[in-house]
C-alpha cells in the first residue's frame, strides 16, 4: 500500500465528494485510505494520453461525428453546481500528485478545486472504459451498417459473421430449413461468441431469413423455404400471401407493429361469426389467434396495443379481457386484412357462420358467407341470414 510521501490535499470540496466516497467505500470497503488512492489513479489516468483514445477519435472522424469539446477528458466543462460548500478534502495523497495537479490547475488558469472536480467525476463517470464507451456508442450503428454493406469476409462485424455461417449450415444439405435445425446450427462449434438462447434465435433468425429470402411455408411457420417456392405453393393451393404476415408466420418472428395488426385482424375474424365471440380473454387469444406459441404477460401486454385502435376495448380491470365492437372499427387496413384470410381460414369462418352439418340449410336456402359479412361491415349494411337477421354489434 503506497503510503509514504503522502500530504493532505486540503482543497475546496467539489459538490460530487459524498457520491465519490460513497463509490469508493461501496468498492473497497472504507474511504480511508483508499479515496487518496482512487484520486491518485483517477489523476493519472485523467491526465494521461492513451492510445485508445486516438483511436477512437479516429472512428469518429471517419463516421463523420463532430468531436465534442465536452467530450474530452481534460476539458474542464461546466457543470451545475449541485451544492455549495466550504468544506475541504483531508484526504493524502502522494505528494508528486499533488504538485502535478497545482501545475496543471497553474497551466489551464483553473482553480485547483475544479481540476479535482473533474478527476472526481472522470472517475465517477467510469474512466477511460466509461469515457471509451460513451464515444463508441455514438458511432456503432453507423460502423455496423457501413460493414453490413461489405462483401468482404474480413470486414464484416461478429454478427454479420455469425449470419452468414448459419445461412451456410442450414442450406448446405437441403433447400428448406425447421425451426430446430437453427438450433443444432447455434450449437455449432463454427458459430462463436454467443449461447444459444430465446434471444439469439429471436435475433439471428429474420437476419438469416432476410439474407437467404426464405420465408415460412404456408401451412407450417416452422418450416422455412425459399421465397419463390413458397409463392409457388401458395399459388397451387390458393394461400393468400398478400394478407397478414401472422396468417403464415410465427407470432414470435413478427415485429410489435405486425403481431399488434395480425391480432387486431384475426379478432375481427372472430367476431364476424356471431355476438358470441365479440369478447376475448386472454386464454381465447393464446388458444385460438396465437396458436399457444406467446406468454400470458406478453399476451396482456399485446392486448393493450391492441386497444389502442378504436373498436378494440380492455374490459376489465387485470387486463384480461377485450372486447370488438365491429362497428366503431374505422381503420379500413384492419377490415381489408380480415377479409383477405387464407383459404383455411376462410373455410372455418364460413363453417361457422352457416352452422356445422347439423343445422345445414336447404339447397334453396341462402346462406351467408363470410366475405359478405367483411363486405356488409366495410360498407357499414347490416347483415341477414336467412330468415335471421343480425346487427353488428
Given at each position: 500500500?503506497?503510503?509514504?510521501?503522502?500530504?493532505?490535499?486540503?482543497?475546496?470540496?467539489?459538490?460530487?465528494?459524498?457520491?465519490?466516497?460513497?463509490?469508493?467505500?461501496?468498492?473497497?470497503g472504507?474511504?480511508?485510505?483508499?479515496?487518496?488512492?482512487?484520486?491518485?489513479?483517477?489523476?493519472r489516468?485523467?491526465?494521461?494520453?492513451h492510445?485508445?483514445?486516438d483511436?477512437?477519435?479516429d472512428l469518429?472522424?471517419?463516421?463523420g461525428?463532430?468531436?465534442?469539446?465536452?467530450?474530452?477528458?481534460n476539458?474542464?466543462?461546466?457543470?451545475?453546481?449541485?451544492?455549495?460548500t466550504?468544506?475541504?478534502?483531508?484526504?493524502?495523497?502522494d505528494?508528486?500528485?499533488?504538485t502535478?495537479?497545482?501545475?496543471?490547475?497553474?497551466e489551464?488558469?483553473?482553480?485547483?478545486?475544479?481540476?479535482?472536480?473533474?478527476?472526481?467525476?472522470?472517475?465517477?463517470?467510469?474512466g477511460?472504459?466509461?469515457?471509451a464507451?460513451?464515444?463508441?456508442?455514438?458511432?456503432?450503428?453507423?460502423?455496423?451498417?457501413?460493414?453490413?454493406?461489405?462483401?468482404?469476409?474480413r470486414?464484416l462485424?461478429?454478427?454479420?459473421?455469425r449470419?452468414?455461417?448459419?445461412?451456410?449450415?442450414?442450406?448446405?444439405?437441403?433447400?428448406e430449413?425447421a425451426?430446430?435445425?437453427?438450433?443444432?446450427?447455434?450449437?455449432?462449434?463454427?458459430?462463436k461468441?454467443?449461447?444459444?438462447?430465446?434471444?439469439?434465435?429471436?435475433?439471428?433468425l429474420?437476419?438469416?431469413?432476410?439474407?437467404?429470402?426464405?420465408?415460412?411455408?404456408?401451412?407450417?411457420?416452422?418450416?422455412?423455404?425459399?421465397a419463390?417456392?413458397?409463392?409457388?405453393?401458395a399459388?397451387n393451393?390458393?394461400?393468400?400471401?398478400?394478407?397478414?404476415?401472422?396468417?403464415?408466420w410465427?407470432?414470435?418472428d413478427?415485429?410489435?407493429d405486425?403481431?399488434?395488426?395480425?391480432v387486431?385482424v384475426?379478432?375481427?375474424r372472430?367476431?364476424?361469426?356471431?355476438?358470441?365471440?365479440?369478447?376475448?380473454?386472454?386464454?381465447?387469444?393464446?388458444?385460438?389467434?396465437?396458436?399457444?406459441?406467446?406468454?400470458?404477460?406478453?399476451?396482456?401486454?399485446?392486448?393493450?396495443?391492441?386497444?389502442?385502435?378504436?373498436?378494440?376495448k380492455?374490459?376489465?380491470?387485470?387486463?384480461?379481457?377485450?372486447?370488438?365492437?365491429?362497428?366503431?372499427?374505422?381503420?379500413?387496413?384492419?377490415?381489408k386484412?380480415?377479409?383477405a384470410?387464407?383459404?383455411?381460414?376462410?373455410?372455418?369462418?364460413?363453417d361457422?357462420?352457416?352452422?356445422?352439418?347439423?343445422?345445414?340449410?336447404?339447397?334453396?336456402?341462402?346462406?351467408?358467407?363470410?366475405d359478405?359479412?367483411m363486405?356488409?361491415?366495410?360498407?357499414s349494411?347490416?347483415?341477414?341470414?336467412g330468415?335471421?337477421?343480425r346487427?353488428?354489434?
Open positions: 500500500m503506497r503510503l509514504s510521501n503522502r500530504e493532505q490535499l486540503g482543497w475546496k470540496q467539489p459538490p460530487e465528494w459524498n457520491k465519490f466516497e460513497t463509490a469508493v467505500e461501496k468498492e473497497y472504507s474511504t480511508t485510505p483508499y479515496c487518496g488512492i482512487v484520486l491518485e489513479d483517477a489523476w489516468e485523467y491526465h494521461t494520453r492510445r485508445l483514445e483511436i477512437i477519435n469518429i472522424d471517419a463516421a461525428w463532430p468531436q465534442q469539446s465536452n467530450g474530452e477528458k476539458s474542464l466543462r461546466s457543470r451545475p453546481v449541485t451544492s455549495d466550504d468544506g475541504r478534502v483531508w484526504i493524502c495523497v505528494q508528486d500528485v499533488k502535478d495537479m497545482e501545475a496543471y490547475a497553474a489551464i488558469n483553473s482553480p485547483k478545486h475544479e481540476v479535482l472536480r473533474a478527476v472526481v467525476n472522470w472517475y465517477l463517470e467510469g477511460l472504459v466509461g469515457k464507451t460513451e464515444k463508441l456508442e455514438l458511432v456503432i450503428d453507423d460502423v455496423v451498417s457501413s460493414l453490413e454493406s461489405c462483401d468482404d469476409d470486414s462485424g461478429a454478427v454479420q459473421r449470419t452468414r455461417t448459419l445461412c451456410r449450415l442450414l442450406t448446405s444439405d437441403t433447400a430449413f425451426r430446430d435445425d437453427l438450433n443444432t446450427a447455434l450449437n455449432s462449434s463454427e458459430v461468441g454467443i449461447s444459444n438462447s430465446e434471444h439469439t434465435r429471436e435475433k439471428y429474420p437476419k438469416v431469413l432476410d439474407r437467404i429470402d426464405y420465408q415460412p411455408h404456408p401451412n407450417n411457420p416452422d418450416l422455412f423455404l425459399p419463390e417456392r413458397v409463392k409457388t405453393l399459388k393451393t390458393g394461400f393468400v400471401l398478400n394478407g397478414p404476415k401472422i396468417d403464415h410465427a407470432p414470435e413478427l415485429d410489435e405486425e403481431l399488434i395488426h395480425g387486431r384475426k379478432l375481427v372472430e367476431a364476424i361469426v356471431g355476438t358470441d365471440f365479440t369478447e376475448f380473454t386472454t386464454a381465447n387469444i393464446e388458444r385460438d389467434v396465437l396458436d399457444g406459441r406467446l406468454s400470458s404477460q406478453k399476451i396482456v401486454s399485446v392486448m393493450e396495443s391492441v386497444a389502442v385502435a378504436n373498436g378494440f380492455i374490459k376489465n380491470s387485470d387486463g384480461k379481457k377485450i372486447a370488438v365492437n365491429l362497428q366503431h372499427i374505422d381503420d379500413s387496413m384492419i377490415l386484412d380480415a377479409k384470410a387464407t383459404e383455411r381460414a376462410r373455410s372455418d369462418c364460413d361457422r357462420i352457416n352452422g356445422d352439418s347439423q343445422n345445414e340449410k336447404s339447397d334453396g336456402e341462402n346462406s351467408v358467407t363470410s359478405e359479412q363486405d356488409a361491415i366495410m360498407s349494411t347490416p347483415v341477414t341470414n330468415n335471421k337477421g346487427e353488428s354489434d
